[in-house]
């Protein structure tokens, strides 16, 4: 699944309406002529190169991510006071609007890994890491454009602390999931092969793109 599509899709979640895709998908109908008419192209393209399960991992992760887009933008959403006893609302609003999901099944593509118990029990922890460093090198640009809905700023809001020690925590989180990945890993080295090139590569990928405005920071690649 390529990450244009959903950059679009993030891109243009305040001024359209993408409430639709998902039914008009399902009934079999055509998306407008344009990005999102590519898109289910994409999806229903994966069950070509990835276990049918995982392909059907990818297509429901692209179809909560459209959703959950969508449903950030509402205004009632929006201008919504943050229970203080809602501890996990922050977790399920950041994992249905993330495609990490599917983005950790992409590493296992069904020629290269036939079998999938080879990897399978990693892609909870897979899922939650690339959740959580997207996030991490997310918030600067989040924070430059006064966004309150991301997932730092939600988590901060429920467990009333501040933006800088939920960062700090959820670095310690991700240092913890990296070294329960390679453990869970270590014994099948072409899934561990496949996931340090996602992790090196997702990783890069923020760095790179002037998007993250991680450039103004000092962090290159």
Not at 116 to 133: D, R, S
Not at 210 to 217: A, C, I, N, Q, T
Request: proline share 5%; net charge negative; aromatic share 12%.
């Amino acid at each position: 699944m390529h990450g244009v599509f959903f950059f679009y899709v993030d891109d243009i979640a305040s001024r359209a309406s993408l409430e639709q895709f998902q039914h008009i998908t399902l009934v079999g109908g055509k998306q407008p002529p344009g990005p999102l008419a590519h898109l289910q192209s994409v999806l229903g393209n994966l069950y070509t190169y990835w276990d049918p399960i995982c392909a059907n991992f990818m297509v429901s992760a692209a179809m909560e991510f459209i959703s959950a887009t969508a449903l950030e933008v509402r205004p009632e959403i929006v201008c919504m006071d943050i229970h203080p006893s809602s501890i996990g609302w922050p977790r399920y609003l950041r994992t249905k609007s993330g495609m990490a999901s599917g983005f950790s099944c992409a590493a296992f593509p069904h020629v290269a890994h036939p079998d999938i118990t080879t990897y399978i029990q990693a892609l909870p922890e897979i899922e939650e890491y690339l959740c959580l460093v997207n996030d991490i090198l997310s918030f600067y640009k989040e924070d430059l454009a006064g966004e309150t809905m991301n997932y730092v700023s939600v988590r901060a809001k429920v467990s009333g602390t501040q933006a800088k020690r939920v960062l700090v925590e959820m670095v310690e989180e991700v240092a913890d999931l990296h070294r329960r990945i390679a453990e869970i890993l270590k014994g099948n080295p072409d899934a561990l092969a496949a996931w340090e090139t996602l992790e090196h590569g997702f990783i890069a990928w923020h760095l790179s793109l002037e998007r993250y405005k991680l450039s103004e920071l000092g962090c290159f690649w």
